[in-house]
């Protein structure tokens, strides 16, 4: 009845074979889910549905879109992810990921905090100490060695969760029954650092520490595990392969114990522990280095127990997330602190950003605000940092305050752990480039040290935006005793003195803990590469190194007592008062600080020039002394060992050196001076005056009278370089004759000749004649200014039958360069 309608019903009922393919494939996938085969009625309503994203049951998964409490599509987007997979607060912490050589422990190693209640003190020496003989695996039986271990010449190539595949093997001797007293050592975990056991008496073990990976350097970290332990018995630990000669253990530093039972059932955590401490050289002479050893006896508490030693306190990559993801799942501190990637390390582990700051009310407040950036952990053994930047984040996050007003006036970017490889893997100081990283933060290369390369520029775009008023970077010292900085002379006549205010509050504010008397602020040329020294050159006047000691403290309350976990924490607290102090409106203590620096600086100087035996008036011209010259250089670190490119480019780079010296072209070695330019220009022009003249003698005859001399350049040369090197320029002589004027040959030989004679009356037999004209012997005297040579200023070898061969030409006029 109605053809035109039948036609589009029979269209309507044939399927599309192309649509039909296209929802075979999203389901598939999963993105749809229905009949394969919809009328075309269905396919209307599928695209009304997708237009407005609304309709309860769409065909279509999105994960971008959110729901609400009754399960209705909202019309707007999640928000986006970071650009790296971040932990959730439901979801399990990112698991370390190990270097494919590196063999791991299944095991998860927790540790609780506390505090002594009694300060512990510095071991004193009774000079009765044992010194043990070192015997080596030769007289001893080894209990335990790593052998999973990346050797020297090798570099890294790959990382993954749980390091090395396959089955992990069981390294400790197996015990023979439960009378083996033998223990049992571990290292394989987070932060172990411990290579080879050997037991050389009963109750008496050597030991060798790991180098920092691909590296054959820095030996200082220890941390490891014994299990099988017997109570009431003296058991002797020597580490034999450190490398510093001067250690804190020689001024009554103790290592670390942590007993596993006495956690459990007393509370108690890490404590000092030690007696016969004796830091010595090692005698075993094998043609490398020079090593030292560590020795000391102890009394474990208990049968059967568990036991750590440890160089300081641990502080692990997963105790940081853990620490991180306390503070992101609590609804007020996540308010203020953002958490977020900086960048992924070389083994692909987060390096977290912090951004602490109150929520402004404007964006001119926020414009306003000045930044502070603080990091650790950039020398992964020196975990003293770590348990500072702790301390801060505690006092910065809490709801004090104090610490509201600092997020107020105030932006914080904190990089809590700079070389998160370092730390998981037990490095002392270099991260998997096997390169110390605070000598690389002018690096250009990016993919050899992403964390330092990220940090630098995250600060270079932090200045393009506002003035960041401190920058300080926290470390662990294992030579001094106290906490101290290292800073930046300011080259600032305006801003004398005032990098060195805020470590002066800072000593005011905790004197018992640090000393402004070992602080330095001295830049040194090695020091070039360091984060403080770079953040300097960016424009960061207040730029700083913070080392606290692995030691204690040797100042007042705190005399000759190591520091707690405690004692460093507070010290974070102290940097938050000390910053509210130097940014105080009121600046009385900021000008009272200054004074007494200038008073402490004149000081030094007297007694700089009193050790050197000399007296100076200071009075005006004082302050105009160079800092540097008044100060020593910071203790000498072995960093710059550990400098130049990564390990992974050395090879490479050898190569090309190699590939350059052999298509290499030898050039001509440039003049330096104005004198030697002269000197050359002079026997150039010489050459060239020679070639003409005997060119145009022998145009005219003359070839026959006149002998060429082989002789003639040296001679020339050499009194040349002699006599003509004081001779000044004749600017009207410059062009000697006329152009239109002729040679005469005859004028020319009979001048030759006679001035010969002249020469040979005057001249000692077999005596060079000079290059240059004679000059009178009295300098008072001086040449006829009318008087000009009648002769040109061509030339001529010559030479005389039964005389010794001389050289004369006329005087020569040269062009200086100016």
């Known amino acids: 009845m109605f053809p035109a309608l039948e036609t589009e019903l029979k269209q309507e009922?044939?399927?599309?074979?192309y649509e039909d393919f296209m929802y075979h494939h999203l389901q598939y996938y999963g993105y749809f889910k229905g009949p394969t085969c919809l009328p075309s009625t269905m396919h209307r309503q599928i695209e009304a549905v997708s237009r407005d994203s609304l309709m309860i049951g769409s065909p279509l998964k999105s994960r971008q879109l959110l729901h609400d409490e009754f399960g209705e599509v909202q019309p707007c987007l999640r928000e986006p992810r970071d650009l790296f997979a971040f932990f959730s607060s439901s979801g399990p912490l990112q698991a370390p990921r190990w270097p494919i050589e590196c063999e791991v422990i299944k095991e998860s190693l927790c540790h609780i905090e506390w505090v002594p209640p009694q300060p512990e003190y510095f071991y004193q020496p009774t000079g009765n100490e044992k010194l043990p003989?070192?015997?080596g695996e030769e007289k001893g039986t080894v209990v335990y060695q790593l052998d999973s271990v990346p050797t020297e010449g090798s570099y890294f190539t790959s990382a993954r969760v749980g390091g090395k595949r396959g089955i992990i093997r069981e390294l400790a001797v197996t015990l023979q029954g439960p009378e083996d007293n033998t223990l049992l050592f571990e290292s394989r975990f987070e932060s172990g650092n411990l290579q080879k056991a050997v037991r050389v008496d009963t109750y008496e073990y050597e030991l060798t520490l790991r180098t920092d990976l691909y590296t054959n350097k820095h030996t200082q970290w220890f941390y490891f595990r014994v299990q099988n332990t017997r109570k009431d018995v003296t058991y002797r630990f020597t580490i034999v392969n450190l490398l510093k000669p001067k250690s804190l253990y020689t001024v009554?530093?103790?290592?670390?114990?942590?007993?596993?039972?006495?956690?459990?059932?007393?509370?108690i955590g890490w404590r000092r522990e030690g007696k016969e401490i004796r830091y010595f050289k090692n005698n075993t002479e094998d043609g490398q280095q020079p090593f030292y050893c560590l020795t000391w006896t102890i009394q474990f508490?208990?049968?059967?127990?568990?036991?750590?030693?440890?160089?300081?306190?641990p502080y692990t990559y997963t105790d940081l997330q853990c620490y991180l993801l306390s503070v992101a799942n609590n609804p007020v501190q996540s308010q203020f602190c953002k958490l977020r990637t900086l960048c992924r390390s070389l083994a692909g582990n987060t390096v977290y950003l912090l951004t602490i700051t109150n929520p402004s009310r404007t964006p001119q407040e926020a414009a306003a605000k000045k930044a502070v950036?603080?990091?650790?952990?950039?020398?992964?053994?020196?975990?003293?940092?770590?348990?500072?930047m702790k301390g801060f984040l505690d006092f910065i996050l809490s709801n004090s305050p104090d610490a509201q007003l600092l997020r107020d006036i105030f932006i914080f970017k904190v990089v809590p752990m700079l070389n998160p490889d370092g730390v998981i893997v037990g490095n002392y100081r270099c991260s998997l480039a096997g390169r110390d990283l605070n000598r690389h933060y002018k690096t250009v290369l990016k993919e050899s040290f992403p964390c330092i390369w990220y940090t630098r520029n995250m600060i270079k775009r932090l200045l393009e935006e506002r003035e960041v008023l401190l920058y300080c970077d926290f470390h662990g010292h294992s030579r001094k005793n106290n906490i101290f900085v290292y800073g930046c002379n300011s080259n600032d006549h305006k801003y004398w003195l005032h990098e060195r205010v805020f470590p002066l509050m800072l000593s005011k504010n905790a004197p018992d803990k640090f000393s402004f008397q070992s602080c330095n602020f001295k830049v040194q040329k090695c020091k070039e590469g360091t984060g403080r020294v770079v953040m300097w050159r960016?424009?960061?006047?207040n730029s700083y190194t913070m080392e606290s000691t692995f030691g204690g403290s040797t100042l007042g309350n705190k005399r000759d007592t190591h520091f707690t976990t405690e004692d460093l924490k507070s010290l974070g607290y102290h940097v938050c008062d000390t910053l509210l102090d130097f940014c105080d409106p009121d600046r009385t203590k900021f000008i009272?600080?200054?004074?007494?620096?200038?008073?402490?600086?004149?000081q030094e100087i007297h007694k700089k020039f009193n050790e050197l035996g000399q007296d100076m008036d200071l009075e005006g011209s004082w302050s105009d002394i160079?800092?540097?010259?008044?100060e020593s250089s910071t203790s000498g670190s072995d960093s710059s060992l550990s400098d130049g490119l990564p390990v992974h480019l050395l090879n490479i780079a050898h190569e090309v050196n190699q590939k350059k010296k052999m298509y290499k072209k030898k050039k001509k070695k440039p003049l330096q001076t104005r004198k030697q330019r002269n000197e050359q220009y002079q026997k150039n022009n010489l050459m060239r005056e020679l070639k003409l003249t005997e060119d145009i003698l022998e145009r005219a005859g003359f070839a026959s009278t006149l002998q060429k001399q082989p002789t003639f350049f040296r001679n020339s040369e050499n009194a040349n370089s002699s006599t003509m090197r004081n001779e000044k320029p004749r600017l009207n002589e410059l062009h000697g004759r006329d152009k239109g004027s002729s040679l005469d040959p005859s004028k020319m030989t009979s001048l030759i000749l006679t001035k010969n004679k002249e020469r040979m009356q005057t001249e000692k037999p077999g005596f060079t004649v000079s290059c240059s004209p004679k000059r009178s012997t009295n300098p008072s005297q001086e040449p006829v200014p009318d008087m000009k040579p009648s002769w040109s200023r061509n030339t001529y070898p010559a030479t005389k039958r039964g005389c010794t061969a001389m050289t004369v030409y006329p005087s020569l006029h040269i062009y200086t360069y100016p």
């Open 592 to 602: 009272q600080c200054l004074a007494e620096l200038k008073e402490l600086l004149q």
């Open 252 to 267: 009554g530093m103790k290592p670390l114990m942590y007993s596993q039972l006495d956690a459990n059932t007393h509370n």
């Open 626 to 630: 160079s800092l540097s010259d008044i």
């Open 133 to 135: 003989e070192i015997v």
């Open 538 to 541: 960016m424009g960061i006047l």
């Open 13 to 17: 009922t044939l399927p599309d074979p």
């Open 373 to 388: 950036v603080l990091s650790a952990r950039v020398h992964p053994g020196e975990s003293n940092g770590s348990w500072i």
């Open 301 to 313: 508490p208990h049968d059967q127990d568990t036991c750590f030693f440890a160089h300081f306190y």
